[in-house]
Protein backbone atom coordinates (compact mmCIF):
# COMPACT_ATOMS: atom_id res chain seq x y z
CA UNK A 1 0.00 0.00 0.00
CA UNK A 2 1.11 3.67 -0.90
CA UNK A 3 2.80 4.93 2.51
CA UNK A 4 1.26 9.08 2.27
CA UNK A 5 -1.84 10.33 -0.31
CA UNK A 6 -1.37 14.29 -0.19
CA UNK A 7 -4.60 15.79 -1.10
CA UNK A 8 -5.07 18.80 -2.89
CA UNK A 9 -8.58 20.00 -3.35
CA UNK A 10 -8.10 23.21 -5.57
CA UNK A 11 -10.63 26.03 -4.99
CA UNK A 12 -13.01 27.31 -8.25
CA UNK A 13 -10.65 30.03 -9.97
CA UNK A 14 -7.47 28.92 -8.43
CA UNK A 15 -4.61 27.55 -10.99
CA UNK A 16 -3.86 23.59 -10.89
CA UNK A 17 -1.46 22.45 -8.68
CA UNK A 18 1.61 21.80 -11.49
CA UNK A 19 4.37 23.25 -9.88
CA UNK A 20 3.80 20.85 -6.27
CA UNK A 21 2.91 17.88 -8.70
CA UNK A 22 6.30 18.03 -10.51
CA UNK A 23 8.08 18.41 -7.39
CA UNK A 24 6.88 15.73 -5.44
CA UNK A 25 6.20 13.24 -8.00
CA UNK A 26 10.16 14.32 -9.57
CA UNK A 27 11.97 11.08 -7.57
CA UNK A 28 10.00 8.19 -9.20
CA UNK A 29 10.58 5.98 -5.71
CA UNK A 30 8.76 8.74 -3.89
CA UNK A 31 6.14 6.20 -2.37
CA UNK A 32 3.20 8.74 -2.60
CA UNK A 33 0.12 9.48 -4.41
CA UNK A 34 -1.43 12.62 -5.17
CA UNK A 35 -4.91 12.78 -5.83
CA UNK A 36 -6.35 16.52 -7.02
CA UNK A 37 -10.03 18.15 -6.56
CA UNK A 38 -10.54 20.63 -8.67
CA UNK A 39 -14.52 23.17 -8.46
CA UNK A 40 -15.87 24.84 -10.86
CA UNK A 41 -14.72 24.48 -14.61
CA UNK A 42 -12.49 27.63 -14.61
CA UNK A 43 -9.16 26.10 -13.29
CA UNK A 44 -6.42 27.54 -14.86
CA UNK A 45 -3.66 25.49 -16.06
CA UNK A 46 -5.38 22.20 -15.58
CA UNK A 47 -4.53 21.03 -18.96
CA UNK A 48 -0.92 20.65 -17.90
CA UNK A 49 -2.10 18.69 -15.08
CA UNK A 50 -3.65 16.52 -16.78
CA UNK A 51 -1.18 15.66 -19.65
CA UNK A 52 0.99 14.58 -16.46
CA UNK A 53 -1.74 12.05 -14.92
CA UNK A 54 -1.69 10.44 -18.49
CA UNK A 55 1.83 9.09 -17.71
CA UNK A 56 1.88 8.96 -13.69
CA UNK A 57 0.04 6.50 -12.27
CA UNK A 58 0.55 8.41 -8.60
CA UNK A 59 -1.47 11.41 -10.22
CA UNK A 60 -5.33 10.88 -9.65
CA UNK A 61 -7.81 13.95 -10.81
CA UNK A 62 -11.12 13.55 -9.45
CA UNK A 63 -14.16 14.16 -11.05
CA UNK A 64 -14.67 18.62 -11.05
CA UNK A 65 -17.05 19.47 -7.63
CA UNK A 66 -19.61 22.04 -8.29
CA UNK A 67 -18.43 25.10 -8.53
CA UNK A 68 -20.77 25.92 -5.29
CA UNK A 69 -19.55 22.83 -2.90
CA UNK A 70 -18.81 23.84 0.72
CA UNK A 71 -14.99 23.55 1.53
CA UNK A 72 -15.69 20.70 4.10
CA UNK A 73 -17.67 18.44 1.30
CA UNK A 74 -14.98 19.74 -0.81
CA UNK A 75 -12.29 18.19 1.40
CA UNK A 76 -14.07 15.18 2.46
CA UNK A 77 -14.69 14.15 -1.27
CA UNK A 78 -10.89 14.39 -1.81
CA UNK A 79 -9.88 12.32 1.61
CA UNK A 80 -12.56 9.71 0.63
CA UNK A 81 -10.57 8.54 -2.73
CA UNK A 82 -7.16 8.05 -0.22
CA UNK A 83 -5.49 4.94 -1.21
CA UNK A 84 -2.37 5.49 1.23
CA UNK A 85 -1.29 4.59 4.91
CA UNK A 86 -1.79 8.12 5.64
CA UNK A 87 -3.39 11.27 4.30
CA UNK A 88 -2.59 14.82 4.21
CA UNK A 89 -4.63 17.97 2.70
CA UNK A 90 -2.40 21.23 1.60
CA UNK A 91 -3.77 23.69 -0.82
CA UNK A 92 -2.26 24.69 -4.52
CA UNK A 93 0.30 27.44 -3.45
CA UNK A 94 1.09 25.42 -0.37
CA UNK A 95 4.73 23.60 -0.82
CA UNK A 96 5.80 20.34 1.20
CA UNK A 97 9.25 18.65 1.75
CA UNK A 98 9.24 15.95 -1.17
CA UNK A 99 10.66 13.18 0.91
CA UNK A 100 7.60 13.61 3.24
CA UNK A 101 6.43 9.70 2.67
CA UNK A 102 9.83 8.84 3.42
CA UNK A 103 10.04 11.02 6.68
CA UNK A 104 6.52 9.62 8.01
CA UNK A 105 8.18 6.04 7.72
CA UNK A 106 10.50 7.41 9.89
CA UNK A 107 8.44 8.64 12.45
CA UNK A 108 6.55 5.35 12.64
CA UNK A 109 10.04 3.91 13.69
CA UNK A 110 10.19 6.67 16.15
CA UNK A 111 7.18 6.51 17.56
CA UNK A 112 5.36 3.15 17.38
CA UNK A 113 1.84 3.57 17.14
CA UNK A 114 0.89 6.38 16.27
CA UNK A 115 -2.03 7.99 14.32
CA UNK A 116 -1.63 11.73 14.04
CA UNK A 117 1.67 13.13 13.17
CA UNK A 118 2.10 16.72 13.26
CA UNK A 119 5.34 18.85 11.89
CA UNK A 120 6.40 22.28 11.83
CA UNK A 121 5.26 24.38 9.36
CA UNK A 122 6.14 27.88 7.93
CA UNK A 123 2.74 30.28 7.45
CA UNK A 124 3.97 32.55 4.59
CA UNK A 125 1.78 35.45 3.12
CA UNK A 126 2.88 36.29 -0.63
CA UNK A 127 0.67 39.62 0.05
CA UNK A 128 2.88 40.57 3.24
CA UNK A 129 4.30 44.19 3.20
CA UNK A 130 7.74 44.46 2.19
CA UNK A 131 7.71 47.90 3.71
CA UNK A 132 7.34 46.95 7.29
CA UNK A 133 10.02 44.30 8.60
CA UNK A 134 9.31 40.94 9.84
CA UNK A 135 10.75 37.90 10.33
CA UNK A 136 10.40 33.92 10.53
CA UNK A 137 11.83 31.56 13.15
CA UNK A 138 13.44 28.67 12.11
CA UNK A 139 13.76 25.25 14.70
CA UNK A 140 17.50 24.47 15.42
CA UNK A 141 16.19 20.97 16.77
CA UNK A 142 14.77 18.12 14.29
CA UNK A 143 13.92 15.58 16.46
CA UNK A 144 10.79 13.40 16.53
CA UNK A 145 8.96 13.00 19.54
CA UNK A 146 5.51 12.02 21.16
CA UNK A 147 3.26 14.32 22.48
CA UNK A 148 0.44 13.50 25.22
CA UNK A 149 -2.85 13.93 24.46
CA UNK A 150 -4.09 15.85 27.41
CA UNK A 151 -1.42 18.18 26.79
CA UNK A 152 -2.77 18.63 23.46
CA UNK A 153 -6.24 18.99 24.59
CA UNK A 154 -5.86 22.36 26.90
CA UNK A 155 -4.00 23.91 23.73
CA UNK A 156 -6.24 22.77 21.63
CA UNK A 157 -9.57 23.61 23.30
CA UNK A 158 -8.70 25.59 26.49
CA UNK A 159 -7.17 28.09 24.46
CA UNK A 160 -3.43 27.65 26.10
CA UNK A 161 -1.23 29.69 24.70
CA UNK A 162 -2.52 30.61 21.62
CA UNK A 163 -3.04 33.49 19.42
CA UNK A 164 -5.94 33.86 18.00
CA UNK A 165 -5.76 30.34 16.62
CA UNK A 166 -5.26 27.44 19.31
CA UNK A 167 -1.35 26.24 18.95
CA UNK A 168 -2.42 22.42 17.94
CA UNK A 169 -0.61 21.21 14.92
CA UNK A 170 -2.45 18.62 14.65
CA UNK A 171 -5.05 17.74 12.31
CA UNK A 172 -5.39 16.85 8.64
CA UNK A 173 -4.22 19.92 7.05
CA UNK A 174 -0.03 20.07 6.97
CA UNK A 175 -0.60 16.98 8.84
CA UNK A 176 -1.10 13.59 8.32
CA UNK A 177 -3.78 10.83 10.28
CA UNK A 178 -3.63 7.25 9.38
CA UNK A 179 -5.90 5.68 7.11
CA UNK A 180 -7.78 4.17 10.63
CA UNK A 181 -7.75 7.26 12.12
CA UNK A 182 -9.59 8.77 9.28
CA UNK A 183 -12.24 6.20 9.26
CA UNK A 184 -12.63 6.48 12.77
CA UNK A 185 -13.21 10.31 12.13
CA UNK A 186 -15.50 9.69 9.71
CA UNK A 187 -17.62 7.42 11.22
CA UNK A 188 -18.52 9.19 14.67
CA UNK A 189 -19.55 12.04 12.41
CA UNK A 190 -22.69 13.83 13.91
CA UNK A 191 -25.21 16.34 12.77
CA UNK A 192 -23.22 19.11 13.71
CA UNK A 193 -20.23 18.10 11.40
CA UNK A 194 -19.02 19.87 8.82
CA UNK A 195 -20.99 22.28 8.67
CA UNK A 196 -17.97 25.50 8.43
CA UNK A 197 -16.01 27.55 6.37
CA UNK A 198 -13.00 26.06 8.30
CA UNK A 199 -12.69 22.41 7.44
CA UNK A 200 -9.17 22.72 8.84
CA UNK A 201 -10.43 23.55 12.01
CA UNK A 202 -12.90 21.07 12.44
CA UNK A 203 -10.40 18.07 11.08
CA UNK A 204 -7.77 19.25 13.78
CA UNK A 205 -11.11 18.99 16.56
CA UNK A 206 -11.95 15.48 15.86
CA UNK A 207 -8.17 14.38 15.74
CA UNK A 208 -7.64 15.61 18.99
CA UNK A 209 -10.65 13.72 20.19
CA UNK A 210 -10.53 10.65 18.40
CA UNK A 211 -6.66 10.17 18.23
CA UNK A 212 -4.50 7.98 20.40
CA UNK A 213 -1.12 8.64 19.79
CA UNK A 214 0.77 11.72 18.60
CA UNK A 215 4.32 12.19 16.74
CA UNK A 216 5.58 15.61 16.31
CA UNK A 217 8.55 16.50 14.46
CA UNK A 218 10.74 19.37 15.27
CA UNK A 219 11.85 19.70 11.72
CA UNK A 220 9.60 21.81 8.94
CA UNK A 221 8.07 19.77 6.64
CA UNK A 222 6.13 22.38 4.77
CA UNK A 223 5.17 25.81 4.35
CA UNK A 224 1.18 27.50 4.10
CA UNK A 225 0.40 30.18 1.72
CA UNK A 226 -1.66 31.80 4.77
CA UNK A 227 -3.69 34.86 4.31
CA UNK A 228 -5.83 36.91 7.21
CA UNK A 229 -9.21 34.91 7.41
CA UNK A 230 -11.71 37.63 6.07
CA UNK A 231 -15.28 37.12 7.77
CA UNK A 232 -18.59 37.09 5.58
CA UNK A 233 -22.07 35.92 5.33
CA UNK A 234 -22.55 32.63 7.19
CA UNK A 235 -26.14 30.72 8.72
CA UNK A 236 -25.09 30.02 12.75
CA UNK A 237 -25.00 26.71 13.06
CA UNK A 238 -26.41 26.86 16.87
CA UNK A 239 -28.53 29.69 17.57
CA UNK A 240 -27.86 29.49 21.31
CA UNK A 241 -24.04 29.72 20.53
CA UNK A 242 -22.90 33.73 19.57
CA UNK A 243 -19.83 32.85 18.36
CA UNK A 244 -19.91 32.09 15.25
CA UNK A 245 -17.35 32.17 11.61
CA UNK A 246 -18.97 35.47 10.60
CA UNK A 247 -17.66 37.70 13.26
CA UNK A 248 -14.21 36.34 12.68
CA UNK A 249 -11.36 33.43 13.06
CA UNK A 250 -11.54 32.92 16.30
CA UNK A 251 -15.14 32.99 17.02
CA UNK A 252 -15.24 30.32 13.78
CA UNK A 253 -12.97 27.93 15.80
CA UNK A 254 -14.97 28.49 18.99
CA UNK A 255 -18.31 27.49 17.53
CA UNK A 256 -16.66 24.48 15.85
CA UNK A 257 -15.29 23.16 19.32
CA UNK A 258 -18.74 23.55 20.75
CA UNK A 259 -20.26 21.90 17.89
CA UNK A 260 -17.83 19.03 17.96
CA UNK A 261 -18.52 18.49 21.66
CA UNK A 262 -21.94 18.68 21.45
CA UNK A 263 -22.09 15.99 18.99
CA UNK A 264 -20.23 13.62 21.92
CA UNK A 265 -23.33 15.18 24.37
CA UNK A 266 -20.73 17.46 26.12
CA UNK A 267 -20.27 21.32 26.78
CA UNK A 268 -18.50 23.56 25.77
CA UNK A 269 -16.70 25.54 28.82
CA UNK A 270 -13.53 26.73 27.52
CA UNK A 271 -15.24 30.35 27.91
CA UNK A 272 -12.06 32.25 29.81
CA UNK A 273 -9.48 35.00 29.98
CA UNK A 274 -7.30 32.28 27.43
CA UNK A 275 -10.40 32.59 25.08
CA UNK A 276 -10.76 36.34 25.61
CA UNK A 277 -7.35 37.20 24.84
CA UNK A 278 -8.09 35.58 21.86
CA UNK A 279 -10.65 37.55 20.30
CA UNK A 280 -8.72 40.30 21.21
CA UNK A 281 -5.63 39.17 18.80
CA UNK A 282 -8.57 38.37 16.48
CA UNK A 283 -9.38 42.18 16.53
CA UNK A 284 -5.74 43.24 16.66
CA UNK A 285 -4.58 41.39 13.94
CA UNK A 286 -7.12 43.82 11.62
CA UNK A 287 -5.44 46.68 10.33
CA UNK A 288 -8.46 48.36 8.66
CA UNK A 289 -9.98 50.41 10.61
CA UNK A 290 -14.03 50.54 9.65
CA UNK A 291 -13.54 46.60 9.53
CA UNK A 292 -12.04 46.62 13.08
CA UNK A 293 -14.37 49.08 15.07
CA UNK A 294 -17.43 45.86 13.35
CA UNK A 295 -15.31 43.20 14.29
CA UNK A 296 -14.59 44.46 17.65
CA UNK A 297 -18.55 44.85 18.34
CA UNK A 298 -19.30 41.74 16.83
CA UNK A 299 -16.96 39.88 19.46
CA UNK A 300 -17.94 42.21 22.40
CA UNK A 301 -21.93 41.97 21.50
CA UNK A 302 -21.30 38.17 21.74
CA UNK A 303 -19.15 37.69 24.78
CA UNK A 304 -21.73 40.34 26.74
CA UNK A 305 -23.95 36.93 26.31
CA UNK A 306 -21.69 34.26 27.77
CA UNK A 307 -22.08 33.74 31.63
CA UNK A 308 -24.06 37.13 32.15
CA UNK A 309 -21.19 39.29 30.54
CA UNK A 310 -18.72 38.66 33.57
CA UNK A 311 -15.61 38.82 30.98
CA UNK A 312 -16.81 41.85 29.02
CA UNK A 313 -15.58 44.57 31.10
CA UNK A 314 -11.93 43.21 29.70
CA UNK A 315 -12.53 43.27 26.13
CA UNK A 316 -10.14 46.22 25.27
CA UNK A 317 -8.48 45.20 22.01
CA UNK A 318 -5.84 47.80 20.32
CA UNK A 319 -6.27 49.25 17.21
CA UNK A 320 -3.18 48.70 15.11
CA UNK A 321 -3.07 50.66 11.64
CA UNK A 322 -0.46 48.47 10.15
CA UNK A 323 1.58 45.48 11.68
CA UNK A 324 4.24 45.48 14.09
CA UNK A 325 7.63 45.14 12.43
CA UNK A 326 9.81 42.53 13.76
CA UNK A 327 13.27 43.06 13.53
CA UNK A 328 14.71 39.88 15.07
CA UNK A 329 17.43 37.85 13.56
CA UNK A 330 19.83 35.16 14.66
CA UNK A 331 19.36 32.64 17.11
CA UNK A 332 17.54 33.19 20.32
CA UNK A 333 17.46 29.75 22.24
CA UNK A 334 16.63 26.75 19.39
CA UNK A 335 15.27 28.93 17.28
CA UNK A 336 17.21 30.61 14.35
CA UNK A 337 15.27 33.96 13.13
CA UNK A 338 15.20 35.30 9.70
CA UNK A 339 14.09 38.20 7.20
CA UNK A 340 10.41 36.86 5.89
CA UNK A 341 11.92 37.78 2.68
CA UNK A 342 14.85 35.89 3.06
CA UNK A 343 16.42 35.74 -0.43
CA UNK A 344 14.17 37.70 -2.23
CA UNK A 345 11.46 35.38 -1.47
CA UNK A 346 7.46 35.93 -1.38
CA UNK A 347 5.59 33.14 -1.66
CA UNK A 348 5.37 30.19 0.52
CA UNK A 349 7.26 28.00 -2.19
CA UNK A 350 9.91 30.61 -2.75
CA UNK A 351 10.44 30.17 0.78
CA UNK A 352 10.44 26.94 1.99
CA UNK A 353 12.80 26.35 -1.03
CA UNK A 354 15.39 28.57 0.36
CA UNK A 355 15.24 27.65 4.01
CA UNK A 356 15.75 24.10 3.30
CA UNK A 357 19.13 24.89 2.17
CA UNK A 358 19.48 26.25 6.04
CA UNK A 359 18.16 22.77 7.89
CA UNK A 360 18.71 19.15 7.92
CA UNK A 361 17.93 17.17 5.10
CA UNK A 362 15.71 14.79 5.55
CA UNK A 363 18.33 11.51 4.86
CA UNK A 364 20.25 12.82 7.92
CA UNK A 365 17.44 13.21 10.30
CA UNK A 366 16.75 9.57 9.62
CA UNK A 367 19.99 8.18 9.62
CA UNK A 368 22.00 10.46 12.13
CA UNK A 369 21.43 10.03 15.90
CA UNK A 370 19.46 13.43 17.23
CA UNK A 371 22.46 14.74 19.18
CA UNK A 372 24.33 15.37 15.89
CA UNK A 373 21.71 16.70 13.68
CA UNK A 374 21.14 19.52 16.46
CA UNK A 375 25.00 20.12 16.23
CA UNK A 376 25.20 20.08 12.79
CA UNK A 377 22.34 22.44 12.31
CA UNK A 378 23.83 24.66 14.99
CA UNK A 379 26.75 25.08 12.72
CA UNK A 380 24.69 25.29 9.73
CA UNK A 381 22.33 27.96 11.25
CA UNK A 382 25.05 30.21 12.70
CA UNK A 383 26.97 29.63 9.37
CA UNK A 384 23.67 31.27 7.66
CA UNK A 385 22.80 33.78 10.50
Not at 263 to 283: H, K, S
Request: charged share 25%; hydrophobic share 45%.
Amino acid sequence: MTKLSICIPVEAGKSAPVRLATELLGNPEADLEIIVAFCGDDCRDADALYAMAEHEPRLMILPTAPADISPCHHWLGTVAAMRGEWVTVIRPDDAIEPDIAEFIAHAEETVPGMDAFAWNSFQIDAGARRDIEASVALPMQHHIREIEKDDLIVKGFKWADSSNVPNMAFGVYHAAISRTLLETVLANSGELSWQTPLPQYEWAARVLIYAQKFGFSSRPLSAVDAHRYMPGPVTPVMPDFPFHAGIGLTAGIAEIHARVLRDLGIDWENFGENFLRACMIDCLLENREDAFEAMAQQYYAAIQKMEGGRLAGAFRPPYMAEPEADLRRGRRGMLLFVNRFIGGAVTAAEFFAMVRHMIAPISIVRDTPEELIEDKDRQRMMASA
